[in-house]
């Protein structure tokens, strides 16, 4: 990237007739009266470092607004992308006995909100390693019992100016929203909404949400302004918090395939904020684009190459670009190219599947349900590698391997189906969420083991 260079174009000089121009050059022009007449100096150009060093002292010490330098800090998160992952080290965080940790987001330097099988929504610190268990919002009717277990917690969303999080119920069908930092219920959306688990969430804007369910629908809900922008939320006489039950104000069915038409579950949702368009995954093997206005209108259908398991989704800004998570897969959608122009990729982690996305700039990070991580340069679509030293004594080059993040074991329950399983010392875990925080060069990732049967989790600070 070029750097951007400070102080004014040059501008032409008027051209001076005669004599006159023959002495410009050293500055002086005849005046009227026959006298010299010394011509005003040019003014500098500022000088523009190009260095990282003064860059990085200033910040050191919060300079701001140094325009000259302001393109260093996209090459610096550019080097960090790519050298970052290969300067990871792990810390293993307790979870004590919780199930399979869902999904994380970041609230803040030090603590990560998570969602796990078991229906419990917590914030762990990673500095300390103390939990917070948060209040599940519960529906305005009581629930019938349940003929099967609940799916627990499957998505965490916070909104772009970071003031709401939306998350499942404790009835998972339904869509809970807190008021950020104090995560105070703001409203629950469990009227006349998803008829079974919610799967995937997005934020269109900071009180428009949308919500993908195993029903086969999604549904888009407006957050009332005014409990949103209320500096403390409402109470009752006994001083527990209030919040309000909302209903969906649009909701659109995923189109039935002619291929497997009992299969139309929303697994996945990203947005395109630049376009206003949503990004949706069926387990059917359908990817879908919607126009997400104050209603959800379907723009086109696009089949996917590879249909088993596609469970996560993330969208490229830079690039422009969809990407999915199948079984064995990362297949990219450009919704506006008939013929795709980067290939998909295999995850080659013997079909246990990609099981989390994500984006950031060009590079793509691929949690895999074997308990690793690998990363992928889209511009030159290969996997970023490992740095390899040359064999003393050969004259051949190294051999160059795949960079790969091997995740810990993590926590497994030793019980009966644990046995039924063949009572292995080790299982390794599925990566089904991970989440970066830029400003301090770490990334959380979280999960648990991949059979469903199996009871346990795992969660690292990668640092």
């Given at each position: 990237?070029a750097?951007?260079?400070?102080?004014?174009?040059?501008?032409?000089a008027?051209?001076?007739?005669?004599?006159?121009?023959?002495?410009?050059?050293?500055?002086?022009?005849?005046?009227?009266?026959?006298?010299?007449?010394l011509?005003?100096?040019?003014?500098?150009?500022?000088?523009?470092?190009?260095?990282?060093?003064?860059?990085?002292?200033?910040?050191?010490?919060?300079?701001?607004?140094?325009?000259?330098?302001?393109?260093?800090?996209?090459?610096?998160?550019?080097?960090?992308?790519?050298?970052?992952?290969e300067?990871?080290?792990?810390?293993?965080?307790?979870?004590?006995?919780?199930?399979?940790?869902f999904?994380?987001?970041?609230?803040?330097?030090?603590?990560?909100?998570?969602?796990?099988?078991?229906?419990?929504?917590?914030?762990?610190?990673?500095?300390?390693?103390?939990?917070?268990?948060?209040?599940?919002?519960?529906?305005?009717?009581?629930?019938?019992p349940?003929?099967?277990?609940?799916?627990?917690?499957?998505?965490?969303?916070?909104?772009?100016?970071?003031?709401?999080?939306?998350?499942?119920?404790?009835?998972?069908?339904?869509?809970?929203?807190?008021?950020l930092?104090?995560?105070?219920?703001?409203?629950?959306?469990?009227?006349?909404?998803?008829r079974?688990?919610?799967?995937?969430?997005?934020?269109?804007?900071?009180?428009?949400?949308?919500?993908?369910?195993?029903?086969?629908?999604?549904?888009?809900?407006?957050?009332?302004p005014?409990?949103?922008?209320?500096?403390?939320?409402?109470?009752?006489?006994?001083?527990?918090?209030?919040?309000?039950?909302?209903?969906?104000?649009?909701?659109?069915?995923?189109?039935?395939s002619?291929t497997?038409?009992?299969?139309?579950?929303?697994?996945?949702?990203?947005?395109?904020?630049?376009?206003?368009?949503?990004?949706?995954?069926?387990l059917?093997?359908?990817?879908?684009?919607?126009?997400?206005?104050?209603?959800?209108?379907?723009?086109?259908?696009?089949?996917?190459?590879y249909?088993?398991e596609?469970?996560?989704?993330?969208?490229?800004?830079?690039?422009?670009?969809?990407?999915?998570?199948?079984?064995?897969?990362?297949?990219?959608?450009?919704?506006?190219?008939?013929?795709?122009?980067?290939?998909?990729?295999?995850?080659?982690?013997?079909?246990?599947?990609?099981?989390?996305?994500?984006?950031?700039?060009?590079?793509?990070?691929?949690?895999?349900?074997?308990?690793?991580?690998?990363?992928?340069?889209?511009?030159?679509?290969?996997f970023l590698?490992?740095?390899?030293?040359?064999?003393?004594?050969?004259?051949?080059?190294?051999?160059r391997?795949?960079?790969?993040?091997?995740c810990g074991?993590?926590?497994?329950?030793?019980?009966?189906?644990?046995?039924?399983?063949?009572?292995?010392?080790?299982?390794?875990?599925?990566?089904?969420?991970?989440?970066?925080?830029?400003?301090?060069?770490?990334?959380?990732?979280?999960?648990?083991?991949?059979?469903?049967?199996l009871?346990?989790?795992?969660?690292?600070?990668?640092?």
């Open positions: 990237m750097t951007e260079q400070t102080g004014s174009r040059k501008r032409k008027p051209a001076i007739e005669g004599a006159a121009a023959s002495s410009s050059s050293q500055g002086l022009v005849a005046a009227a009266g026959g006298g010299p007449l011509l005003p100096k040019k003014r500098k150009r500022p000088v523009t470092r190009r260095s990282l060093v003064p860059y990085l002292m200033g910040r050191e010490v919060g300079a701001r607004g140094r325009a000259g330098l302001r393109g260093f800090e996209g090459r610096l998160r550019g080097y960090a992308v790519h050298k970052l992952p300067l990871l080290r792990e810390r293993e965080l307790a979870l004590g006995t919780l199930n399979k940790v999904a994380s987001q970041w609230l803040n330097a030090r603590q990560v909100v998570c969602g796990t099988k078991c229906n419990t929504l917590f914030v762990v610190d990673v500095q300390s390693g103390q939990i917070t268990r948060i209040p599940l919002l519960r529906n305005r009717k009581p629930e019938p349940r003929a099967q277990p609940s799916c627990g917690i499957h998505a965490i969303e916070l909104n772009p100016s970071k003031t709401l999080l939306a998350t499942g119920g404790e009835n998972p069908n339904s869509l809970a929203v807190y008021q930092p104090t995560l105070d219920p703001v409203c629950l959306g469990d009227r006349h909404g998803h079974d688990w919610i799967f995937a969430i997005a934020w269109m804007s900071d009180t428009v949400a949308v919500s993908g369910s195993r029903d086969g629908t999604v549904a888009l809900w407006r957050m009332d005014y409990r949103v922008n209320g500096s403390k939320a409402w109470h009752n006489d006994e001083e527990l918090p209030v919040y309000a039950h909302i209903r969906p104000r649009d909701m659109e069915t995923i189109p039935r002619s497997n038409p009992s299969n139309r579950k929303v697994r996945a949702l990203a947005f395109n904020h630049k376009n206003q368009e949503l990004g949706s995954v069926s059917d093997g359908y990817f879908h684009l919607w126009k997400a206005r104050s209603t959800l209108s379907r723009l086109l259908t696009i089949r996917l190459p249909c088993r596609n469970v996560c989704l993330t969208y490229c800004d830079e690039l422009s670009l969809y990407a999915v998570g199948s079984q064995s897969h990362v297949s990219f959608v450009d919704p506006r190219q008939r013929q795709q122009n980067i290939r998909p990729l295999c995850s080659r982690e013997g079909g246990t599947g990609v099981r989390s996305l994500s984006f950031y700039q060009h590079i793509i990070t691929v949690g895999t349900g074997h308990g690793s991580l690998l990363f992928y340069d889209t511009r030159a679509q290969k590698e490992e740095k390899a030293s040359a064999i003393l004594g050969s004259t051949r080059e190294p051999t391997r795949k960079l790969r993040l091997t074991r993590g926590w497994l329950n030793h019980n009966d189906l644990w046995v039924n399983f063949g009572g292995m010392n080790e299982f390794p875990n599925a990566l089904y969420t991970h989440c970066y925080n830029w400003p301090e060069m770490k990334l959380f990732v979280a999960g648990g083991p991949l059979p469903s049967g009871h346990g989790n795992y969660a690292g600070l990668w640092s």
